[in-house]
T-cell receptor
Framework: SQQGEEDPQALSIQEGENATMNCSYK?????LQWYRQNSGRGLVHLIL?????REKHSGRLRVTLDTSKKSSSLLITASRAADTASYFC???????????FGEGTQLTVNP | GAVVSQHPSWVICKSGTSVKIECRSL??????MFWYRQFPKQSLMLMAT?????????EQGVEKDKFLINHASLTLSTLTVTSAHPEDSSFYIC?????????????FGPGTRLLVL
């Protein structure tokens, strides 16, 4: 089964800076999603990008998808201390199928 | 909308006992629910896919007799960890699949932390 990989594994930045996280996957996908997880909590859905889309925005979030390179990036602009969390990408092969999660990036935003 | 709850949020039990975890979609019907397990500082690993009214589909390496899944209604799925052992201690997260504008989006519960002594 495909397994997403994310880099960096950990990222520490100052408040106000931008944070970029990358995700790579191995097989063709239907959609790619990004989730946030605060320590010890459930996952919060951030954004979904379809396989035929290249870029998507939602507030301070910008997601890109390059299907030729099988990679995606999540950019958080003007980061805040409250953005401190783990961020996971997840892919599905077909509509409604299982999600495969990447290893995650632990983001720390220092006030 | 699209709220998923889990109960209990945490549980401590003795080795050998069974623990039941409930996953509910509160404001939508979910024909499919998923159960994940997450060890500290690791990603989510899918354990099984649960479809209402049918047997769950387990991932390779997950013992179906140990992790019993019952999806009795469109809003409730339960995971029972039978004869729990310390190595079963983990964070268990469920998700419910909902059609959103033609796309299936999974909404996750808050998780259940299990500690087996």
């Amino acid at each position: 089964s495909q397994q997403g990989e994310e880099d960096p594994q950990a990222l520490s930045i100052q408040e106000g800076e931008n944070a970029t996280m990358n995700c790579s996957y191995k097989t063709s996908i239907n959609n790619l999603q990004w989730y946030r997880q605060n320590s010890g909590r459930g996952l919060v859905h951030l954004i979904l990008i379809r396989s035929n889309e290249r870029e998507k925005h939602s507030g301070r979030l910008r997601v890109t998808l390059d299907t030729s390179k099988k990679s995606s990036s999540l950019l958080i602009t003007a980061s805040r201390a409250a953005d401190t969390a783990s961020y996971f990408c997840a892919t599905d092969v077909t509509r409604g199928s299982r999600l495969t999660f990447g290893e995650g990036t632990q983001l720390t935003v220092n006030p | 909308g699209a709220v998923v709850s889990q109960h209990p949020s945490w549980v401590i039990c003795k080795s050998g006992t069974s623990v039941k975890i409930e996953c509910r979609s509160l404001d939508f019907q979910a024909t499919t629910m998923f159960w994940y397990r997450q060890f500290p500082k690791q990603s989510l690993m899918l354990m099984a896919t649960s479809n209402e009214g049918s047997k769950a589909t387990y991932e390779q390496g997950v013992e179906k007799d140990k992790f019993l899944i019952n999806h009795a209604s469109l809003t409730l799925s339960t995971l029972t960890v039978t004869s729990a052992h310390p190595e079963d201690s983990s964070f268990y997260i469920c998700s419910a699949s909902r059609d959103s504008g033609g796309f299936e989006t999974q909404y996750f519960g808050p998780g259940t932390r299990l500690l087996v002594l």
